[in-house]
């Protein structure tokens, strides 16, 4: 993947200055690389959780932003299927964070998370970059980027493995 986006990559750290590496391995972590989006109805999965007794306030908020990105023009209610939460996209969006990070980054305007790999790999830079990365700062463990990465998801084991996966491209020929 690094090789096939690398001009998109290029272009992705340039604009947010996230490295490819760090983006490649979120995207393989999160859904191999768009191959597992999740099955579950979107709309459908925020609706049941919104009216769960847990997190209702939260799910409520998250499926009034899914039926935004259907009044957008992002996507048709149909292609909405993702993980049992409610996440999005070949990076796993929460809708309001796709509402707020999605970027159309190949110019045919639309916001795709799920079929376009320039506004995935730039909606996930977005995130990063809004979140605080570091423009050419480090990502492993006492970086300053690996808590941004931890924003992205709160888990230490992710966060380390998100870290030591882009490490590893970062030194592959």
Known sequence: MMKQYGSVLGRVEETYGVPGEVLVAIWG????????????????????????????????????????????????PTEMHGAWAGEIGQTQFMPSNYIKYAVDFDGNGRRDLLRSPPDVLASTANYLASHGWQR???WEPGNPNFAVIQEWNKSEVYAKTIATFATQLSHAP
């Open 136 to 138: 050419g700062k480090g």
């Open 29 to 76: 972590l999160e859904t191999d690389f768009g191959v597992n989006i999740g099955k579950f109805p979107t709309i459908r999965s925020l609706a049941t959780l919104a009216y769960d007794c847990r997190r209702s306030d939260l799910f409520r908020a998250e499926l009034l932003d899914a039926l935004r990105i259907v009044d957008r023009g992002d996507l048709a």
